[in-house]
């Protein structure tokens, strides 16, 4: 559910929420959720770690180097997500 109202305004923030969102689900790394709607993305890096006796599952890749971060992005992510209606100052 988004909360921004289309007063036709020269941007759609809907549907840029939407986009954002829908990028960092497509990051997503680890074992994923049954209604991943990233069709191409699979679990993926189950077993970062387990050489050194260390659970690395989870987080998300950055976009070039194949890394997976924890706590940035979930930071960045959850900013979208929380402050977003805020920021628009149609947000109902």
């Not at 559910?1 to 986009?19: S, T």
């Not at 829908?22 to 709607?37: C, I, M, V």
């Not at 950055?62 to 929380?82: A, N, V, Y």
Request: hydrophobic residues 35%.
């Amino acid at each position: 559910m988004f909360l921004f109202v289309d007063d036709g305004a020269k941007y759609n923030y809907n549907r840029v929420l939407e986009l954002s969102i829908l990028f960092y689900e497509a990051q997503r790394s680890g074992k994923l959720p049954t209604d991943n709607r990233i069709p191409w993305r699979h679990d993926s890096a189950l077993n970062d770690g387990s050489d050194v006796g260390v659970d690395l599952k989870g987080g998300w890749y950055d976009g070039k180097s194949g890394r997976h971060h924890d706590i940035l992005t979930s930071f960045t992510q959850t900013c979208i997500m929380t402050f977003s209606p805020y920021l628009h100052k149609h947000a109902s």
